[in-house]
């Protein structure tokens, strides 16, 4: 009993220790990389942000695991996209989705969805869903 205490005691010290350095070493590249920072009222054209010219290869390496990610459709568009379409349902088609509760839970659920209740998109244009392949250039 006393070697297994000895090493859950070893490896709770390894375990802190390495937490520690953890620390350390982001409180060193924090104080690197911010000697200075102006406050916005000393900000002008010496000490602000730059933009930074990129290529197209700088925007392939930017995106490049993005499109490994995204390269098989089923894995990354899982949203069923009806729950974001606006419908009216009754007590009923609340009932058979969420069973066991009281009868009036389900009136209650209804009556939310009456199409008096339903926010409007009025941005223009509204929500519109499409699926194709793009190509970005950059000239």
């Known amino acids: 009993m006393e070697e297994e205490e000895l090493q859950k005691k070893m490896k709770d010290l390894m375990i ?17 990389d911010t000697q200075y920072i102006p406050n916005i009222e000393e900000l002008n054209d010496e000490n602000k942000g730059l933009w930074i010219a990129h290529d197209k290869n700088d925007f392939i390496k930017m995106f490049d695991g993005l499109l490994d990610y995204c390269a098989d459709e089923e894995s990354y568009d899982n949203l069923d996209w009806n729950t974001v379409n606006y419908q009216v349902y009754g007590a009923d088609y609340y009932e058979e989705k969420f069973p066991g509760f009281a009868p009036e839970v389900y009136e209650i659920l209804a009556k939310s969805t009456e199409e008096e209740n339903k926010v409007i998109d009025k941005r223009i244009p509204a929500l519109k869903i499409q699926q194709k392949d793009v190509t970005l250039s950059f000239s």
């Open 16 to 32: 802190e220790r390495g937490f520690k350095q953890s620390i350390n070493d982001s409180k060193k590249l924090i104080k690197r």
